[in-house]
T-cell receptor, first 116, second 123 residues
Framework: AQKITQTQPGMFVQEKEAVTLDCTYD???????LFWYKQPSSGEMIFLIY??????QNATEGRYSLNFQKARKSANLVISASQLGDSAMYFC?????????????FGTGTRLLVSP | GAVVSQHPSWVICKSGTSVKIECRSL??????MFWYRQFPKQSLMLMAT?????????EQGVEKDKFLINHASLTLSTLTVTSAHPEDSSFYIC???????????????????FGPGTRLTVT
């Protein structure tokens, strides 16, 4: 079974609008962490935001916020006021504490295109 | 944030030869490093986890004799693709973390710092 599911292969948004990228996860662990990374065409992985399973508040980092719904096992990324430079691949990832080594499991990614 | 470098950034080699890729943590000691492979338009797939001074732990389906990993120091891990074939052409990315694993219930997140990646093309 997929641990991380990103159902949107591609998303389009106009500059200055907000966009939500979906992510659902599957785990039986009580303790886990959820991450979002941005991968521009250069290939580097850029950390955006982190949510721990015990965090009661949704994580926010500047224009990025994570809509964490634990009961639904979803961790959607919201990008407000989109910019042209936001065009990239976005990956949701999960770390389960029972793996010991902090392995990250990635979703298949969503390609975001921001138009002027 | 912490910096991880990879060398080379891209490499072209002939089928049957071996290629070594280096991953260095520049400003912190990495107790654990991870090696990922990413095929075009696909996600990152973890190949192996390496801890300084011990043997790497390979993911299911990854040939340990083909992808040799050495984590000889707290700042350097190497991945050697032995007898490379065209199907090994891919983007290889390393990541590193330092310090003790912290519980998700509290404390900082022990973020993984990714290198810029190495694009391998085998002809």
């Amino acid at each position: 079974a997929q641990k991380i599911t990103q159902t949107q292969p591609g998303m389009f948004v106009q500059e200055k609008e907000a966009v939500t990228l979906d992510c659902t996860y599957d785990t039986s662990d009580q303790s886990y962490g959820l991450f979002w990374y941005k991968q521009p065409s250069s290939g580097e992985m850029i950390f955006l935001i982190y949510q721990g399973s015990y965090d009661e508040q949704n994580a926010t980092e500047g224009r990025y916020s994570l809509n964490f719904q634990k009961a639904r096992k979803s961790a959607n990324l919201v990008i407000s006021a989109s910019q042209l430079g936001d065009s990239a691949m976005y990956f949701c990832a999960m770390r389960e504490m029972n793996t010991g080594f902090q392995k990250l499991v990635f979703g298949t990614g969503t390609r975001l295109l921001v138009s002027p | 944030g912490a910096v991880v470098s990879q060398h080379p950034s891209w490499v072209i080699c002939k089928s049957g030869t071996s290629v070594k890729i280096e991953c260095r943590s520049l400003d912190f000691q990495a107790t654990t490093m991870f090696w990922y492979r990413q095929f075009p338009k696909q996600s990152l797939m973890l190949m192996a986890t390496s801890n300084e001074g011990s043997k790497a732990t390979y993911e299911q389906g990854v040939e340990k004799d083909k992808f040799l990993i050495n984590h000889a120091s707290l700042t350097l891990s190497t991945l050697t693709v032995t007898s490379a074939h065209p199907e090994d052409s891919s983007f290889y990315i390393c990541s590193a973390i330092g310090g003790r694993v912290k519980d998700e219930a509290g404390g900082p997140s022990n973020e993984q710092y990714f290198g810029p990646g190495t694009r391998l093309t085998v002809t």
